[in-house]
């Protein structure tokens, strides 16, 4: 999950390399470092620490790094604590040749063993040491390429990684698998980076790397090809975010300028797709005699976007009328799931980088099922190996508690549903047109809640001394609890627990007290007088509640003072609008709890590495 960026041109490379640094903070944080081929000396100069990258930028002040070629690297831990030995860069024996990574090696111990054997000295307790190693083991030749080639052969895991050698202070040589690696182009300048947003400021002209590729850039060109050496002929991408995208414009966080993006968002979303009454999915057009042909539909996720499906689920059933599991991306080829042709598998990643989906996704395929993914990143590694995409179009997302990417998944997969329900005609179409016509107000919606954010603030505050939470919802809102939850844990560290509220006298109940805070999610809806009934049991029992509820709506004042309204929808689009005080609740009470919203602790926003 780390972050990793490379540059060869004809300008200094530290203030470049840095940039792209803060850009991929959110993929790890633990520490920080950058090396370049130094102009008048011509060898390779390092300099790195743990803590974030500001202490990096402190260091390059005082210590700068001359040179046009160089590679830097923001940390997420998984081998070896945070300190400055464990951070990247990491350079062989006799510091010519350093190197930047991402990714596990999962043999890597067996293979330091035998580099010992032979007389390497280690200084970390890093996998991603015995890669630099390996290197200079095979690098007898003055051909870095190949060197690197002769490595990757050896090493077992998953990888994007990007090598310097002092020998060859012309070139950047690249490699990925598992891991994300993309190619930026420039005029006499090229880069390598994790994603995409570390090189918006320089370029939008962008190669995205495939499994098992090697990549040699020079200020000129670059050469794709594959680990056996053979050439591979790459489209170039043209990307269409805006680098104000990934700024802030003046909002204290990247977390709550994204929750208030949420309505353009999805406004943007339903006007392209909503035309005429009815949904559009013209990259569906050539696939809809192979929809129609499923029986069944598997989806597969993780954290927020496993959510996400979960309200997918009840859409889909409802409107549909097929059968529809939801699995955990990380256990969904431990348990030889059953699947065949007649199953659709739809993948929800942000990222598209998501090593256990994409596990997930190639276990799918090896049963014959068809993939249709849900992203966000053009060109990503699941996009790349599904049948078909939806993409999201929600724009970079950089603070780590998703907020924006999860109502655009919500809203893309309601598409789907009316899109599926009016293909396969089982759904009525009044109520069809009506559904449409709901939709199409939600941003606006989106909007009114907003404005009431600093009343959802005031909520926040006052009870953010509680020790732990319980979110309760039931029927399409369930999955809104448990994402209420974990939104609460990613940024404050508080402990809570999201469940169907049907379920809180089979064991939750007996946690109630006036210790503990429960939010309970009763919009109108048909278990409406059931919310009712768990909301008098935790009265019953001193909990101290907050209560989500639909305007209008007068018996619930009997039932608590902190009552957040949200406007009327149709019951099954409620998740798109309960979402936004969940989302503003957890990052207010993390704000007064002192927490930093944008980068907690242990957590990176791809997680990449199984």
């Known amino acids: 999950m780390c972050g990793i960026v490379g540059y060869v041109g004809d300008k200094q490379a530290q203030n470049i390399l840095l940039t792209g640094l803060k850009r991929l903070e959110y993929r790890g944080y633990d520490s920080a470092g950058m090396a370049t081929i130094v102009d008048k000396k011509g060898l390779v100069s390092v300099r790195k620490l743990s803590g974030k990258i500001k202490a990096l930028e402190t260091l390059l002040h005082k210590k700068p790094l001359s040179g046009s070629i160089g590679i830097a690297h923001t940390r997420w831990a998984t081998h070896g604590i945070p300190n400055t030995a464990n951070a990247h860069p990491h350079t062989d024996c006799k510091n010519k040749i350093v190197l930047v990574h991402n990714g596990i090696i999962e043999n890597y111990e067996k293979i330091k063993e035998q580099l010992i054997k032979e007389g390497h000295v280690f200084k970390s307790q890093t996998d991603t040491e015995v890669i630099v190693h390996l290197i200079e083991k095979f690098y007898n030749n003055g051909d870095l390429e190949q060197a690197v080639r002769k ?303 600093d009343l959802i603030g005031r909520i926040a505050r006052k009870h953010s001394h509680f020790g732990s939470f319980l979110y309760l919802g039931r029927n399409v809102n369930y999955p809104s609890a448990l994402e209420g939850a974990l939104k609460l844990k990613e940024i404050s560290y508080i402990p809570a627990e999201g469940y169907a509220a049907g379920e809180m006298k089979h064991g939750p109940i007996a946690l109630i007290d006036e210790y503990r805070a429960v939010v ?35 018996e619930i004042k009997k039932q608590a003072k902190e009552i957040i309204y949200i406007p009327k929808t149709e019951e099954i689009f409620s998740p798109l609008l309960v979402a936004i005080p969940l989302q503003l609740l957890a990052y207010n009470i993390a704000l007064k709890r002192g927490c930093d919203v944008d980068q907690p602790r242990n957590l990176a926003k791809s997680v990449t590495v199984e």
């Open 151 to 453: 490595a990757l052969r050896e090493l077992r895991g998953s990888f994007a990684l990007v090598v310097l050698a002092e020998k060859e202070r012309n070139k950047l040589i690249g490699a990925r698998q598992g891991s994300p690696l993309v190619l930026g182009l420039g005029e006499k300048e090229n880069f390598l980076a994790s994603d995409v947003t570390a090189l918006l400021d320089y370029t939008k002209d962008i190669v995205f790397l495939g499994e098992g590729e090697l990549v040699t850039i020079t200020r000129d060109g670059f050469q794709v090809s594959d680990l056996a050496g053979k050439k591979i002929e790459k489209k170039i991408v043209k990307i269409d975010w805006d680098i104000r995208q990934a700024e802030k414009q003046g909002f204290a966080h990247f977390m709550l300028k994204e929750i208030h993006e949420q309505p353009e968002v999805l406004d943007r979303m339903f006007k392209h797709k909503l035309g005429n009454g009815e949904v559009i999915f013209p990259e569906l057009e050539n696939q809809e005699k192979e929809l129609l042909a499923k029986k069944n539909i598997s989806i597969v996720a993780c954290g927020t976007a496993y959510h996400a499906g979960l309200v997918a689920k009840y859409l889909i059933e409802e409107l549909c009328r097929l059968p529809v599991s939801v699995d955990l991306s990380s256990e969904f080829r431990y348990r030889n799931p059953i699947l065949d042709e007649n199953t659709l598998t739809i993948a929800i990643s942000q990222s598209g980088e998501t090593a256990d989906t994409l596990a997930a996704v190639s276990e799918a395929k090896d049963k014959g099922a068809f993939i249709l993914s849900v992203c966000n990143v053009l060109g990503s590694s699941l996009t790349r190996v599904s049948d078909a995409v939806l993409y999201t179009h929600a724009g970079p997302e950089i603070g780590v508690a998703s907020t924006k990417a999860y109502t655009a998944q919500i809203a893309v997969l309601s598409l789907f549903a009316l899109y599926l329900a009016k293909l396969r005609g089982s759904l009525d179409e009044n109520l069809y047109a009506k559904y449409v016509t709901a939709l199409k107000k939600v941003p606006r919606l989106v909007g009114d809640i907003l404005k009431n954010k």
């Open 520 to 554: 309970c999610i009763a919009p109108d809806a048909g278990t409406f007088e059931k919310m009712i009934s768990n909301i008098q049991e935790i009265r019953a029992r001193r909990g101290k509640i907050i209560i989500i509820a639909t305007s209008g709506e007068e």
